[in-house]
Structures are given as C-alpha cells and as structure tokens.
C-alpha cells in the first residue's frame, strides 16, 4: 500500500540467476501470476530473497520506452551477437561460460547483462548509443498444455523495467476480492497450503 500511495518504491532485482538481467519485474497483463508467486514465497514454496506476511498484487501502469522486445527479429539479433561476443571475451579470459540450469538462468542473464554493459560503454565513450528502459520477453513455463503442444501453462510475458521513471502509476487490480483475496484479512499458511495445493 506504500508503494500505491506514493510512500515507497519497488526495489530491482540484481540476482545473477535473473533471466532478463537486473531491473523491477513484472508479469504483462497476468495479476493470476502475481498472486500465484506470492502466494508461493509466503508459503516458502518459490526463491524468493524476501519474506512475505501477506500475499499481495499491485498493477502497474508502464511505459516501455526504448525496449529490447525480445519477440521482435532484430532484438533476437542483438541477444545472439551479445552471446557470440560475450562467448568469445569469455573464452579468451580463460573462464568458463555461465550456464543455465532450470529456473537458475545465468546464462541468459550474462548474455543481456553484456548488451547493457556495451551500450553504457559505446555512451561513456563515444557520447553515441542509448540504453534501454525495459526488456520484454515471453517465457514458456510448465507442462505442455497438450500432448505435443508447444503451448505450456505458464506461459506468460515478463517485463524487466531498467528505467523506474517509466513506472507511471501504480493500482490494485479489479476485481480485488479476486487478486487480492488478503487485503485487511489474516494470511493463513496452514488453510493456504490446502487452498493453492494444485499449483505448490
């Protein structure tokens, strides 16, 4: 409620394993997620660096700025160039590449960290260049919807916010007794791990 009201400010993840590099994250159009995670670090059933009392969603209303949309074709181009460099200065270092493995995403997390890092140095250098406000990439998460589907159940949009100015207002989402079923309400982990066992 501090952050709706204008009292505080979302911190950004900087974890090595955060896919789409440091930044604020956000599920595009998903408040289900939102209270889906949540719940999932309240019960200590999802990583998570905090602790949760109480479940909570807020919505926010962003500007993506110049972003690296991860589902157009040239931003997949600068991803795979930033790899193939980033392989490279790797190897010549005598290091060994990060790698993925599951939910613990370095690699990509090196990879886009590397685009950053470039065009901050291209900026501190030359004065030429920009850096990117938002990355914005889809995410297949779960089973398959089907058998030999390429749809999965989590499947959502994810939205990492470098830019904190383009966060233009905060909400609670509607209908609130839906995505916020613990505003003024007690948090009852032993009737929640019941309520939610089919997604913990």
Not at 10 to 24: A, F, R
Request: with cysteine.
């Amino acid at each position: 409620m501090r952050i709706i009201n204008g009292g505080d400010q979302l911190k950004p993840s900087k974890n090595p394993w955060d896919w789409l590099g440091e930044g604020v994250y956000f599920w595009e159009h998903n408040p289900e997620k939102s209270l889906e995670y949540s719940i999932k670090c309240a019960l200590n059933k999802q990583k998570f660096a905090g602790e949760i009392n109480t479940p909570f969603v807020i919505g926010a209303i962003i500007e993506l700025g110049n972003c690296l949309n991860l589902v157009e074709p040239q931003s997949l181009k600068i991803v795979k160039a930033a790899y193939n460099e980033l392989k490279v200065t790797t190897e010549k270092a005598g290091k060994n590449m990060p790698v993925n493995n599951g939910s613990n995403r370095r690699l990509d997390c090196a990879v886009i960290q590397s685009i950053h890092e470039s065009n901050r140095r291209e900026l501190e250098n030359s004065g030429n260049g920009f850096m990117y406000d938002t990355v914005r990439s889809p995410f297949h998460e779960g089973l398959a919807v089907y058998e030999g589907s390429n749809f999965t159940e989590g499947l959502h949009i994810e939205i990492a916010v470098l830019n904190t100015s383009l966060i233009r207002g905060y909400f609670l989402p509607l209908p609130i007794e839906q995505y916020n079923p613990y505003l003024n309400k007690d948090f009852d982990k032993n009737k929640a791990k019941k309520e939610y066992s089919h997604f913990l």
